[in-house]
């Protein structure tokens, strides 16, 4: 897992891939 330390030059990028995780993993969770 990712761990935020502070300035990250990629946190856009970040943010983007956390976001379609989240989005890709929350109806499996659910789905259980």
Do not use: C, I, W
């Amino acid at each position: 897992m990712l761990e935020h330390s502070g300035h990250d030059p990629n946190q856009e990028v970040v943010d983007a891939e956390y976001k379609v995780l989240r989005e890709s993993v929350l109806p499996l969770t659910r789905g259980k």
